[in-house]
């Protein structure tokens, strides 16, 4: 049985009206990353982080899942081994009816505690009210990995991304470690499908098909060739 992994990035939101990073309109065009999104910002000024990451919280509960997010879904719930990790703090994978998402940089739907980077609650609503604390007394907190810290999900992605026969990998400038090294884990022998209308930052090789096309469309078109091929692949 073949098995089939997918790697995103924000680029497969943007088509949901979510902002990416390093695009010309992108978050750190207008805000700047010690601001908000390291724990010495936390330390500083938790506050306007709580707020920061409130207003896209709204913004996320606002936005739809696109038809790329939708295509993966559908490929997972035909090829149930299908395994998806993503770099994105949205819940649009979910809500498009994938299953056991893998997120590496955290989940903006939830809050974790200041002591322990795993232990998480679901945040009802889009407003976290800052000064709650978890259950082990510790303040709630954005679960956002910062930079500089651990990515807690990082080694079990490895793990899957080594058994992948196939890699697809949507929207990402592949600019940020350690996750962009996930298509280094990838088995030599694998395909890797790279969706991106813009030029991520990967070494051009036989084994990486770029696919210079928008999410919602280049997405679509891969999913429906692979499951119309399925049957003879053997997946
Ligand atoms: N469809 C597909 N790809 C798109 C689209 C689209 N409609 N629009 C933009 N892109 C591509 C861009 O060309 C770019 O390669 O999406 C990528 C977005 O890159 P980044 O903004 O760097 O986002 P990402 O790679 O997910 O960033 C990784 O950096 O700041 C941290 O934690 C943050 O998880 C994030 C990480």
Redesign the pocket.
Known sequence: MKKIVVFT????S??SGLS????SD?L?EKYRVEDI?THEAWERNPQLLVDFYNARRRDTMNAQPNAAHIAIARLQQSIPSTRIIT??VDDLHERAGAKNVVHL?GEITKLRSSINETATVQLKGWEQHYGDRHPDGSLLRPYI?FFGEGVPYFTEACEIASTADIMIV???????YP?ASLLQYAPRQAEIYL????Q?AFTPSSKIHHIQK???EGVPQLVESILSNAAERKF
């Open positions: 990035g924000a680029g497969i943007a088509e990416t990073f390093r695009d992108g750190w999104c770099q994105n940089h990995v949507v929207g990402t400038s592949l600019n940020v996750a969706i991106d209308p813009g991520p928008k999410a919602t």
